[in-house]
């Protein structure tokens, strides 16, 4: 007995090492991530996807990147090809609000918990997603809106640049701002057609509004500023100076659109944070080790008008 007890003390020994090796190696284990990325529609979108490769990269994820081209379809496909690739958890920026439920079911199925980010969805049963990460739509068309109503007085004619059709922000940034323009009677919305969050449609699209309207145009309120600066350029080719003859209202902050602030072409932008690769990593990998996240993560949003735009345009990280 006495030889035997240093040699059971042994084994012991090696097997609580054995087990804890086992445990750092699953926790060294490398992250396998789906991420369904709606397209390249905008400077914003190219910011948020570099967020997204950069920090995977630098934690040393594997991330499995798919660009849906604008198309719905496209991102059902993505998802799908990752529940077959066996990921640790999927990413999703849903393109539009509707028609995610089937695919959500199966990710469920396959116990592989589902990040929204950046857009939300309309769902009857919000345990198919484990969390939204992102902005408060509603909440950037408010501050537009009411930043709007304080620069006219509550007065003007506004043409209206939507979003992807569909869409989260189109839906809510849209809603919000004529909830709280509903206020002003003086402030009208004249026509308001989509852009699809694109520069080169926001020009085509002021170009016809330009044409209909002509100079009874008195603001442009944008969903995004790649619209807003596709505009600019339909304004200026009009012989008008935006900014001026139109004030021009928008939403992202990107660094080229809080530049056009600083040169007096857009009045205001609200901010809309794309950065979020390392918010979106941090759950990802709480909701791996079994921790609880919170379901809804707002991202806080700036406001950029002539008072603040130039302290702020060195520092702009997009
Ligand atoms: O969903 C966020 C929106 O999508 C951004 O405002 C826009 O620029 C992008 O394409």
């Known amino acids: 007995m006495q030889k035997l007890l240093p040699r059971l003390v042994w084994v012991a020994a090696g097997l ?26 905008s400077a914003w979108r190219t910011a948020n996807s570099e967020s997204m490769k950069s920090e995977a990269a630098k934690r040393g994820i594997d ?10 379809e496209n991102q059902i496909r993505a998802v799908r090809s990752f529940i077959t690739q066996g990921v640790d958890a999927i990413v999703i920026a849903p393109i539009v609000e509707t028609g995610w439920d089937p695919v959500l079911r199966d990710a469920k ?48 004619r506004i043409v209206e640049l939507q979003g992807t059709p569909g869409s989260a922000p189109a839906n809510e940034r ?50 995004n500023d790649d619209m807003a600066l596709g505009a600019i350029q339909a304004i200026e080719a009009a ?54 996240v919170p379901k809804k993560a707002f991202n806080k949003d700036e406001l950029f008008d002539s008072t603040n735009a130039a302290a702020v345009i060195a520092k702009r990280q997009y």
């Not at 991330?63 to 719905?72: A, E, N, V, Y």
């Open 16 to 41: 609580f090492a054995a087990t804890a090796s086992l445990h750092a190696q699953a926790a060294k284990k490398q992250l396998k991530v789906g991420f369904a990325q709606t397209g390249a529609e």
């Open 63 to 72: 991330l499995k990147f798919s660009d849906g081209q604008g198309k719905q």
């Open 109 to 156: 199925r396959a116990k592989i918990p589902v990040i929204l980010t950046d857009r939300t969805i309309k769902t009857e049963d919000e345990s198919l997603f484990a969390c939204f990460i992102g902005s408060d739509f509603y909440e950037e068309g408010r501050m537009a809106a009411d930043w709007l109503a304080k620069k006219t007085s509550g007065k003007g």
């Open 174 to 223: 849209r809603k919000a701002f004529g909830d709280a323009i509903a206020k002003y009677p003086g402030l009208k919305i004249i026509d308001s057609q989509s852009g699809n969050f694109e520069r080169s449609t926001g020009k085509v699209v002021m170009e016809a509004l330009l044409k209909k309207h002509g100079r009874t145009i008195e603001i442009v309120y944008a969903h």
């Open 239 to 292: 012989g008008l100076k935006p900014g001026k003859d139109i004030i021009i209202v928008s939403i992202d902050a990107i660094k080229e659109a809080v530049q056009a602030v600083v040169d007096g072409k857009i009045n205001c932008t609200v901010e809309c944070n794309p950065l979020f690769g390392p918010k979106v990593y941090d759950t990802i990998a709480k909701l791996v080790a079994g921790e609880k």
